[in-house]
Structures are given as structure tokens and as C-alpha cells.
């Protein structure tokens, strides 16, 4: 696969294991002890994804997934040995893309790494490398996404969800088919993970935030007026 890609963990043995099992499937690896490395990797390499550890010395992963997303649109998986509601749901608005919890079967975050990167890297719906929507440019070659000539960073899950949205508009889309189809049927998340998203992809569309409308206790669609 030859995909690169970070694992921040501060658990030597836990590291190893991830590591090892990535190294089977063909991936090239790069490892950090704590946030501060594994920001300056992050600076001095082009990654595929990032396996991010939330309790991490020196600099913790919510601290470290929120200045990487300020910078990049890079995948990240979210790792704890926490379950609790708000730390999913703080990982997810700071742009995390999925999120596994300790004790996990590292078969299993192999998956979710390889779906991950297999949404982002193409689109599944549609064949159209531009998308000119009003002053809102989607370039699905280059994934630029531009808000009347500004550039604007969306994560991939913010970025995919846009897409969903705009390939069904004038669709009303329930949130657990958008879960389904941007999230997959395997994620381990709920139906808040949807409106998270939704809220920060308006944040960053600005003016254009309008194209997404809310259907009261339904869900969204995207309208072209």
C-alpha cells in the first residue's frame, strides 16, 4: 500500500502492536512518544493519516488533533482509554474522523485506517472534477474547496460530508443515512457525530452556510436556490 502513516502513543507495547500490524499491510511507519514529536513529524513529513493517542505527555492529542487541523486536511483516528460521551464528541468538533476506544483488536483499526483512507483519497459520487456551486468551488482532483475565491480547510470527514450533501441536493437526507454512507456502518459513534459536523462545515462555508438547510427532526439538505 505504501501509505504513510503517524502513530502517536506514549505505551511502548501498545505502539509496537499498532505499529506491527500496520507493517503487514504494507505501510510505512513513523512513530511518537508524545504530542510534541509527533507535531514535528507531522511538520517535516507528508503523511496519509495519523493515529493519534488522547493522553499524551508534553503535548495531549486533543491539543495536538486541534493545531493539526488548523494546518491540514490529514485523516485522524482518535485512540483513548476513555469511552466517555464528551471526549468523542470533543475529539469529533476539533475534526477528528473516527475514534476507537482501549481495549480495541488492532484488526479492526487496520479497517477502519483502510476505509478511512479509501473514502478520502476518491470520491464515490461523482464522476464531476469541478464543482462550481455560486462562489463555492470544490476541486475533487486536488480537494481544494473555496468559498468565493478564499481558501478554505476542511477535514476529510467535513469534506466528504460536503460532497454527500451536494450530490443529493434538494434531497432530504436523514442523519442515520448520512452516518451510513460518509461514516460507514462500522463506526461506533452516534447520530451526534452528523450535527458536529454539519455545525463546524457551516462555520467554515460562511456565507455559503445557507446551502444547508436543517429539516426539523429529520435532517439536512443541501438547496440551490
Known amino acids: 500500500m505504501n501509505k504513510k502513516i503517524l502513530i502517536v502513543e506514549d505505551e511502548i507495547r501498545m505502539r ?3 505499529r506491527d500490524y500496520f507493517i503487514k499491510e504494507g505501510f510505512i511507519i513513523y512513530e511518537a512518544s508524545d504530542g510534541e514529536e509527533g507535531l514535528r513529524i507531522f511538520e517535516e513529513t507528508a503523511l496519509d493519516i495519523l493515529i493519534l493517542d488522547i493522553m499524551l505527555p508534553r503535548m495531549d492529542g ?4 486541534r493545531k493539526i487541523r488548523e494546518l491540514s486536511s490529514l485523516p485522524i483516528v482518535l485512540l483513548t482509554a476513555k469511552s466517555e460521551e464528551e471526549d468523542k464528541l470533543l475529539g469529533y468538533e476539533l475534526g477528528a474522523d473516527d475514534y476507537i476506544t482501549k481495549p480495541f483488536s488492532p484488526k479492526v483499526l487496520v479497517a477502519k485506517v483502510k476505509a ?6 476518491g470520491s464515490k459520487y461523482s464522476s ?4 462550481d456551486i455560486d462562489g463555492l ?3 475533487r482532483l486536488s480537494h481544494e474547496v473555496k468559498v468565493n475565491n478564499d481558501m478554505i480547510y476542511l477535514s476529510p470527514k467535513e469534506y466528504e460530508l460536503l460532497l454527500y450533501l451536494i450530490e443529493n441536493k434538494g434531497i432530504v437526507l436523514n442523519r442515520e443515512k448520512i ?3 460518509v461514516w460507514g456502518y462500522d463506526f461506533d459513534g452516534d447520530l451526534r457525530a452528523v450535527d458536529t459536523n454539519v455545525k463546524r462545515l457551516r462555520e467554515k462555508l460562511k456565507d455559503k452556510s445557507e446551502l444547508i438547510a436543517t429539516v426539523r427532526g429529520i435532517g439536512y439538505r443541501f438547496e440551490v436556490k
Open 16 to 18: 509496537i502492536l499498532i
Open 62 to 65: 486533543f491539543s495536538l488533533c
Open 116 to 121: 478511512l483512507l479509501k473514502r478520502t483519497e
Open 128 to 131: 464531476e472534477h469541478i464543482i
Open 137 to 139: 468551488y470544490i476541486n
Open 179 to 181: 452516518l451510513d454512507t
